[in-house]
């Protein structure tokens, strides 16, 4: 039987945390309760109140805030920030209201909807440990299948900066709108005099994890769009992706996919620049 701890505090939780072996952080629960069956001990991080939405100098999203909540959210709708949005409508409809932004990062599993925009976002994780704190970008926080750098440490928080005449996009294949996808991507872009002043890319099944697409992201900014431009970047993002085969679709065709979701992504933060 797992014995189970509800902590007020986050000093509380990791305190918990580093008292055992055999021990998980769980927040919606959606991928522990099935994933981690021989766990001896829980630690439930929905009453340390990192449930919100909040915009100052760009946004802070806490770690439990539930994939519904950043669909509903306001903030989050329009402008630099809708790919949030975009990837939480893609969601699974039967999970989205337990699962949690933070749980799905930290799953470190190359499916996580939220991750790619959090990483063309240039998203930070703020983790908090037995030894303090640090800010850690999104993308820098997986090392493998369901391996992250975390070491008994908690992601308090997702921090996003503040963007001016920008827009993003999400983009998802599934075989069906339920399902996982086969490939995603996220576009963050800034257009000054018609040239690409500014963009971020984050790239899910491409990979391992959730990927930074760094090589496209350097050839891309200060183009002028046009047709070259937008065909030799796919070739590019193509060449630093390495999808896999999988029951979902196999690693040819995935990264056909995307070709089509990068330009996908461009047309539709165009559209919203507009
Ligand atoms: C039927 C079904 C459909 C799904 N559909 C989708 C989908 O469409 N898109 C998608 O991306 N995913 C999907 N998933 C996967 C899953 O729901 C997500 O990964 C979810 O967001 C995990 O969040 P959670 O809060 O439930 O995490 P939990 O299950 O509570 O935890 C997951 C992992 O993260 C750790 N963790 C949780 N919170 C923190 C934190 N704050 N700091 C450090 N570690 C933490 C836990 O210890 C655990 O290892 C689906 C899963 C199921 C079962």
């Known amino acids: 039987m797992v014995e189970y701890f509800r902590p007020t505090s986050i000093k509380e939780a990791v305190s918990l945390l580093h008292s055992k072996e055999n021990i998980k952080l769980i927040a919606g629960g959606t991928e522990i309760n099935l994933k ?7 630690v439930d991080l929905k009453n340390l109140e990192l449930n919100y939405i909040e915009e100052g100098a760009g946004i802070r999203i806490g770690a439990t805030t539930t994939i519904g909540e950043i669909e509903d959210s306001e903030i989050l709708r329009n402008g630099a920030y809708r790919a ?3 990837s939480a409508s893609t969601f699974t409809s039967s999970v989205k209201h337990l699962a ?4 799905n990062v930290a799953e470190s599993v190359a499916s996580s909807d939220l991750s790619p925009p959090l ?9 908090t440990g037995a030894y303090g704190g640090r800010v850690v970008p999104v993308h820098k926080l997986f090392m493998g299948l369901r391996k992250t750098i975390l070491d008994k440490e908690i992601i308090v928080e997702f921090i996003i900066p503040e963007y001016r005449n920008t827009s993003s996009s999400f983009q998802k294949v599934g075989r069906t709108e339920d399902d996982l996808g086969m490939t995603t ?4 872009l800034t257009i000054k005099d018609d040239k690409i002043e500014d963009v971020g ?5 491409a990979s391992p994890n959730p990927l930074k697409a760094e090589k496209t992201e350097r050839y891309i900014i200060n183009k002028e769009i046009n047709e070259e431009v937008i ?6 993002l193509i060449q630093e992706t390495k999808p896999r085969t999988s029951i979902r679709a196999s690693k040819e065709y995935r990264k056909r996919l995307e070709k089509v979701l ?4 461009l047309m539709n933060c165009l559209e919203d620049l507009r």
């Open 119 to 127: 990483i063309a976002l240039d998203a930070k994780a703020v983790l």
């Open 201 to 205: 890319i984050g790239v899910g099944l």
């Open 231 to 236: 065909e030799e970047a796919g070739d590019i």
């Open 84 to 86: 949030l949005h975009q």
């Open 185 to 188: 991507l996220a576009m963050r």
């Open 36 to 42: 981690y069956r021989d766990l001896e001990y829980l």
């Open 100 to 103: 949690t932004i933070g749980g």
């Open 262 to 265: 990068l330009r996908r992504a």
